[in-house]
């Protein structure tokens, strides 16, 4: 991760006080790929390092890569049809609770937490307090 400052107020970007550049490798089909992305932000970097600024940038991924990706691939949301009124907004709340209540429960594959909990909902009712 490379930083500067030297941009400030030569780009347009309101409050932008940092630019960034990350410059990351990674292997497709036995091929070394090399991205590069930047980023712009208003921390100083007195309020923060270019160490701390990729803490930061990781740490978007990891709720990217623990959420998103949960949601995307496992409940299939991108491929849900349901785009009416407020349904895509509750089911989108519904599968949230559903990954953190999963998650609190410590469930280390939310994919086979939710097949076993389809095959035994009772054993689930029951763990949330709905039946005895």
């Known amino acids: ?45 007195s309020q923060a390092s270019a160490a701390r600024l990729l803490a930061w940038w990781r740490g978007h991924w990891g709720i990217e890569n623990r959420v998103h990706y949960v949601r995307d691939v496992t409940f299939g949301e991108d491929a849900s049809r349901v785009r009416t009124r407020a349904a895509p907004q509750i089911l989108a709340a519904t599968r949230n609770a559903a990954i953190s209540l999963l998650r609190l429960w410590k469930c280390p594959n939310i994919a086979a937490a939710l097949r076993d909990n389809a095959y035994q909902p009772a054993r689930l009712l029951a763990r949330l307090g709905i039946l005895k």
């Open 1 to 45: 991760m490379q930083t500067t400052t030297r941009l400030q107020g030569q780009i347009d970007w309101p409050g932008a006080t940092q630019v960034c550049r990350l410059t990351r490798s990674t292997w497709r089909n036995g091929q070394e790929q090399v991205e590069i992305e930047y980023a712009l932000t208003s921390v100083s970097r």
